[in-house]
């Protein structure tokens, strides 16, 4: 998995993305509601790049911007549960 690209959180979009050489972007979806809660929304992996732990890396770096954060988190999506 070292091979894999940075996640960085493009808090401008609203997400957490992984871009690829090849220009594709895995992203984690969040809104930051009153209070600062997190509800991540929504998580994409291209085809080209599914079966390599992509969504659940991109889990982790919301869910540690969270806990660093001390804030709460919803998950509204599915592959974050």
């Given at each position: 998995?070292?091979?894999?690209?940075?996640?960085?959180?493009?808090?401008?979009?609203?997400?957490?993305?992984?871009?690829?050489d090849?220009g594709?972007?895995?992203?984690l979806?969040?809104?930051?509601?009153?209070?600062?809660?997190?509800?991540?929304?929504?998580?994409?992996?291209?085809?080209?790049?599914?079966?390599?732990?992509?969504?659940s890396?991109?889990?982790t770096?919301?869910?540690?911007k969270?806990?660093d954060?001390?804030?709460?988190v919803?998950?509204?999506?599915?592959?974050?549960?």
């Amino acid at each position: 998995m070292s091979n894999l690209p940075p996640i960085v959180d493009n808090e401008k979009e609203g997400r957490f993305e992984m871009k690829f050489d090849n220009g594709e972007i895995a992203h984690l979806d969040y809104i930051i509601h009153k209070g600062g809660e997190y509800d991540l929304t929504h998580t994409f992996v291209p085809n080209s790049q599914r079966g390599k732990n992509i969504a659940s890396l991109l889990s982790t770096a919301a869910m540690n911007k969270v806990r660093d954060n001390q804030k709460k988190v919803v998950l509204s999506c599915s592959v974050c549960i």
